[in-house]
């Protein structure tokens, strides 16, 4: 079946269930998920930063670019393409991830995240162009028009057919400056502890603007991550501390890992983050609240430590990303280890020549 035709089979089977009593549970749910479990209209960025990482490919680096103008913002990557699977997914509230593969996503719902400030979200991936139009609805409030997709006849600015690209026009001015205003946010933390994204570029087409962040790499426990802005060129160093644990047995028996998709997790890695100038002294990141001073491997926006050091690691969250699932024991067992491994790199900072001062 060729693109247009699963894009159009996906929306008529959707249809099929119009006379059913689950519809109406569907339209509460969707817009319950894309207006309520988001409480910030920009929480979408960091969803699509975590779909282009999970699109890795097996060749070259990541390189993700956000380029935004009042009428929308368009974002771009280099992962792989959209399958039929993907489209089948995004038409739905289902994942075909698998985090115990290493990949961030599993609930499925990321990607509603764009209604926030979009009400015509549009894809184009590998022959895929497909929308979700609230606006193409007589009635979007008997409709769960995020789900079904239309096809795109004549795409609306020129792409480039080897990239993923989302264009998400914007619901109204408010959603353009809150968006430009995150995207402004965004510091090199973002990509300490992705592993196949390694750049970013953020195009501001009103003022010309342009940023880049790249992550450099990791040689002799130091990662080195470089900003390229109107102010020049900065270069962020941090020594990181890392710590593999076996899942504890009374933690893979906890029923709850099955509906985050762990249960077939044997370890996980806990890392430390601490940042260090170009001579190597330690310096505190003074700015590692801006985004979150935890990470699973994107910031965590709500979660503060107090700590002048970076915390990453496979933690459980909340739908929005925002914050830790506390009452988890999965998540107990890594604050744990969290904790033993920054005593250790406290004991190794007494031994350093330079650091034990």
Not at 20 to 48: P, Y
Not at 66 to 80: D, E, L, M, Q
Not at 251 to 263: I, M, P, T
Not at 317 to 329: C, D, N
Request: hydrophobic residues 40%; glycine residues 6%; charged residues 25%.
């Amino acid at each position: 079946m060729d693109c247009e035709n699963w894009v159009q089979h996906i929306r008529q089977e959707i249809e099929k269930s119009r006379n059913v009593r689950l519809w109406q549970d569907s339209i509460h749910m969707l817009n319950t998920v894309s207006e309520s479990i988001f409480s910030r209209s920009a929480h979408f960025i960091l969803e699509l930063l975590q779909n282009a990482e999970d699109a890795r490919s097996n060749s070259g680096s990541g390189e993700i670019e956000f380029s935004i103008s009042p009428a929308r913002i368009k974002v771009t990557h280099n992962g792989v393409p959209f399958t039929d699977t993907n489209v089948d997914a995004i038409c739905g509230v289902r994942s075909n991830k698998k985090p115990e593969q290493g990949t961030l996503g599993y609930l499925g719902i990321g990607f509603k995240s764009v209604f926030k400030i979009s009400d015509c979200p549009q894809i184009h991936s590998s022959g895929f162009h497909f929308k979700f139009d609230k606006n193409a609805c007589n009635n979007p409030s008997n409709e769960p028009w995020q789900i079904m997709p239309m096809w795109i006849a004549n795409v609306p600015e020129p792409l480039d057919p080897a990239l993923t690209t989302f264009i998400l026009p914007f619901r109204n001015f408010e959603a353009y400056n809150q968006t430009l205003q995150e995207l402004k946010k965004l510091d090199v933390h973002i990509f300490l502890f992705l592993k196949w994204l390694r750049k970013l570029r953020i195009v501001d087409e009103v003022s010309g603007e342009r940023v880049l962040i790249e992550n450099l790499g990791e040689n002799n426990r130091v990662a080195s991550l470089k900003k390229e802005d109107r102010k020049g060129s900065k270069t962020h160093r941090f020594v990181i501390f890392r710590r593999v644990s076996q899942v504890p047995p009374e933690v893979a028996k906890d029923n709850s890992l099955e509906f985050y998709k762990r249960q077939a997790v044997k370890e996980r890695e806990v890392v430390l983050a601490f940042g260090v100038d170009d001579a190597d002294n330690l310096q505190p990141i003074e700015d590692a609240s801006a985004l979150g001073s935890v990470s699973s491997f994107l910031p965590l926006v709500e979660e503060r430590t107090g700590a002048k050091f970076l915390i990453q690691s496979d933690f459980l969250v909340q739908p929005g990303r925002e914050a830790i699932q506390y009452e988890l024991s999965w998540n107990h067992w890594l604050i744990g280890e969290a904790t033993e491994r920054a005593k250790e790199a406290i004991e190794e900072f007494k031994k350093h020549p330079k650091w034990k001062g």
